[in-house]
């Protein structure tokens, strides 16, 4: 007999995303301000969890529900979850994109300005997430590192440019008014 899985309650909990993903960038600058080069590379894993939780938690705010769409046969049919309602995976330009396609205003091809002496500025908001993707699967274990060029502080600067831009999304996803996290 097959057991049944269930949907996470925080699947489709905006305002817990975004409040987890407050907490990996609060983590991921604070690493970034050390000027510690050991530190920057858990503060660059940081940095794509944060930008991964906060694109997930604007998608939930959209409808959404973060759930593994392979899944979805194990799920009771009584849920009603479909496979085009799901959000999934760790790549940044795909969540990216899936929002973008809902909302005119969110432009990857903005351009972003930040100090910065590794990355060329100006740098699109497409570009920007494209140096952050491989964060998530180069930086976290021990690995040959194949597809990140350079990593130091004015990665946490291209991050907070990017923060920057996105926080009008965000700032529209209710938050709770002691604003913390998993009451």
């Known amino acids: ?5 269930a949907v996470d309650k925080y699947a489709t909990n905006a305002r817990e995303w975004r409040l987890s993903g407050d907490i990996q960038l609060r983590a991921c600058l604070y690493l970034f301000d050390s000027g510690d080069p050991f ?4 503060a660059a894993v940081h940095g794509h969890h944060a930008l991964e939780i906060y694109l997930k938690a604007l998608l939930i705010s959209d409808g959404l529900t973060v ?4 899944n979805i046969g194990k799920l009771d049919p009584s849920v009603g979850l479909k496979k085009e309602n799901c959000v999934w ?7 990216a994109e899936a929002f973008a396609k809902k909302h005119a205003d969110f432009d990857l091809t903005c351009l972003l300005v930040a100090p910065t002496v590794v990355v060329q500025m100006p740098i699109t908001l497409r ?7 491989p964060f998530f ?3 976290r274990y021990p ?3 194949k597809l990140v060029d350079g990593l130091g502080q ?5 991050l907070e440019a990017m923060i920057a831009y996105l926080e009008p999304f965000l700032s529209r996803i209710p938050m709770a008014a002691h604003g913390g996290i998993r009451e």
């Not at 570009?127 to 993707?133: H, M, N, P, V, W």
């Open 1 to 5: 007999m097959q057991s049944v899985m």
């Open 39 to 42: 530190l920057f590379l858990p």
């Open 67 to 70: 759930f593994n769409p392979t």
């Open 89 to 95: 995976d760790h790549k940044l330009i795909p969540l």
């Open 127 to 133: 570009s920007a997430f494209e140096i952050f993707d």
């Open 137 to 139: 699967t180069e930086l």
């Open 143 to 145: 690995v040959e590192v």
């Open 154 to 158: 004015e990665h946490g600067s291209l």
